[in-house]
């Protein structure tokens, strides 16, 4: 998602991590290359939990890793091929106050905790709500705030923790808003990447980089994200012990936001026969060996039985 305060002249190379960190928890990491004409800022609509006001967003610097993104690329190594050719909520109000500033690595950061707290900002960084309103799915969201400091560049990756209002649900901000216009459909240039342990629990193995899951339609790492990110370095939005799933969003897209809808346990995975099935042909051959040499140990006996009488 870019949702720009000012019109923007250029964003490329769009990544998003999100992973839910228990139900009801998500966090989200946002990197993108971008250039604009005057000093601007980014808003992510959020789908919170309403009920938590101003604290249902904790924002995570990614300062010391500015490479958060390059280190989960890294679980995706390509292949080499052999070619042959061709519910209502009760919503808490607003106090009215300054909206609280937070200073994350190369962001100045606030939470708004709804469409109608957008005037306690600086107008400079503010989406007109006549915008907002023509996507009517964020009339009761609330809305992170980055403030950009330089007009272009590729900064560190924004990142956050917020409530969400769904406990079964991943939440990737998709949405464009470049030039104060909602249109149908954007040029995307996105890549997702989310960890869930149910995604986990029904994939099979490791094929290429960019070859997709069909249990999942997404791309699945080679191995578990400790293999190959540097977890401790992530503030707590990696998790080591689980797998990282991508997807590629290239092109004229439907202009929405990617939700996913993931029963079950986020963190703990459940058997998955398909781990099994590659060493199914080393079992049959295990058990073809072992039949093998009892027959043969059972012929020796019988002929040492035969050469006594």
């Known amino acids: 998602m870019c949702c720009f305060a000012q019109y923007v002249l250029n964003v490329t190379d769009t990544k998003i991590f999100a992973r839910l ?13 971008y250039e604009s004409a005057e000093p601007n800022a980014m808003a992510l609509p959020l789908p919170t939990d309403a009920t938590k006001g101003e604290s249902a967003v904790r924002f995570v610097s990614l300062e010391d890793f500015e490479h958060f993104f390059s280190h989960l690329e890294r679980g995706f190594p390509r292949i080499p091929r052999m070619s042959i050719g061709c519910s209502e ?56 705030v980055f403030q950009l400091k330089q007009l272009a560049g590729k900064p560190h990756p924004m990142a956050l923790e917020f409530a969400s209002r769904w406990n079964d649900r991943v939440f990737f901000p998709t949405v464009h808003i470049h030039d104060g216009e909602v249109h149908a459909a954007e040029a995307f240039d996105h890549m997702l990447y989310m960890q869930h342990a149910q995604f986990d629990s ?38 080591g012990d689980l797998l990282v799933h991508r997807k590629e969003m290239r092109g004229l897209l439907a202009n929405q936001d990617q939700i996913l809808t993931i029963a079950g346990d986020p963190l703990v995975p459940h058997f998955n026969p398909k781990h099994y099935k590659r060493l199914a042909p080393w079992g049959v051959a295990a058990a073809a060996c072992a039949w093998f040499l009892a027959r043969r140990g059972r012929l020796k006996k019988s002929a040492m039985a035969v050469a006594k009488d």
């Open 89 to 144: 909520s009760k919503i808490v109000t607003s106090s009215r106050g300054a909206i609280e500033v937070h200073q994350v690595g190369d962001y100045i950061a606030s939470f708004v905790p709804s469409l109608a707290d957008f005037d306690r900002l600086d107008p400079r960084f503010v989406i007109p709500k006549e915008t907002w309103n023509l996507i009517p799915q964020y009339k009761d969201y609330g809305f992170a």
């Open 202 to 239: 029904v994939v099979g193995g490791y094929v290429d980089s960019d070859i997709h899951d069909p249990s999942t339609e997404f791309v699945r790492s080679k191995e578990v994200a400790s293999g190959f990110a540097d977890v401790i370095k992530s503030n707590g939005l990696i998790a």
């Open 21 to 33: 960190t228990s139900p009801g928890m998500q966090v989200l990491a946002y990197e993108m290359t």
